[in-house]
């Protein structure tokens, strides 16, 4: 971990949301900690940051009681020169993020926000959406939606929307760091939760910019995700 006392210009900065308990996956270790080819799943994410030259600076926001261990247990054995902070997170992911936002210096630009629990993104992905997040002042990876989605009430179809205009959203996120703060500022105000940073900036009618991203950057949420995630980055 690098010394945050050595402060430096810094343009980008991602936030690594890794505070969750993971209901879905089960078993005592949140996803992100789980091991994915002898790693914790959170070391393939923060490699891929590590590695982006777009990317200046780290900030891993953890639960108050993982803070020890991802110290002690991750960041002691793996040699990330971007990672400055860790921070406790809180009880859902939008206080996570606001955690990590309030710890970022004054001079960072721009914010990428993105879930630990997706460890195979690429670095060339995460570049790209920074530079529509630098170019555009908000931007998001996602992909086209392939399968025909329906709206349903109590098990019955209400509505089929039209799939030539759905896309689902991925992390990393990327918005200028004033804007980002101006809408957590607003969904605070409003006591607001949205699933993604992304709906918060959306809010201030702000033109959230997309950029096609591919579908092995999927969020572990089942245990069967593991080898799924294996396959992608252990391939042979
Ligand atoms: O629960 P879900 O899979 O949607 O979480 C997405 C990401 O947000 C995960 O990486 C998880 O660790 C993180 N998160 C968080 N703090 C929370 C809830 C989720 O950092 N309170």
């Keep these: 971990m690098s010394n945050p006392g050595s402060l430096r ?24 900690f789980a091991l994915l080819g002898g790693k914790p799943v959170l070391v393939w994410t923060l490699r891929q940051f590590e590695t982006c030259p777009e990317i200046d600076e780290v900030v891993i926001v953890v639960h108050q009681d993982w803070l020890q261990q991802v110290k002690a247990d991750i960041l002691a054995h793996e040699q990330f020169q971007k990672v400055s902070r860790v921070v406790p997170g ?22 990428a926000v993105h879930d630990a629990a997706r460890p195979c993104v690429r670095a060339e992905a995460i570049s790209r959406v920074v530079l529509a997040g630098r170019a555009y002042g908000a931007a998001t990876l996602a992909v086209a ?5 329906k709206r349903v009430r109590e098990q019955v179809v209400c509505e089929t929307l039209d799939r030539s205009s759905l896309w689902a959203v991925q992390t990393p996120q990327v918005f200028k760091y004033d804007l980002l ?17 992304s709906a918060l900036v959306e809010r201030l009618d702000y033109p959230v910019r997309i950029v096609e991203g591919d579908s ?8 069967g995700d593991i080898k799924r995630a294996e396959s992608i980055l252990i391939p042979g």
């Design 216 to 223: 092995d950057n999927f969020k572990l949420t089942v245990p």
């Design 9 to 32: 210009a810094v343009s980008t900065s991602a936030i690594i949301v890794a505070a969750g308990q993971g209901q879905r996956f089960g078993g005592e270790t949140p996803k992100q």
């Design 145 to 149: 939606i392939n399968d025909t989605v």
């Design 181 to 197: 703060i101006q809408a957590y500022r607003a969904a605070s105000k409003d006591h607001v939760y949205l699933t993604d940073d």
């Design 90 to 111: 809180g009880v859902e992911r939008q206080d996570s993020v606001s955690a990590g936002l309030s710890s970022l210096s004054a001079s960072v630009e721009y914010v």
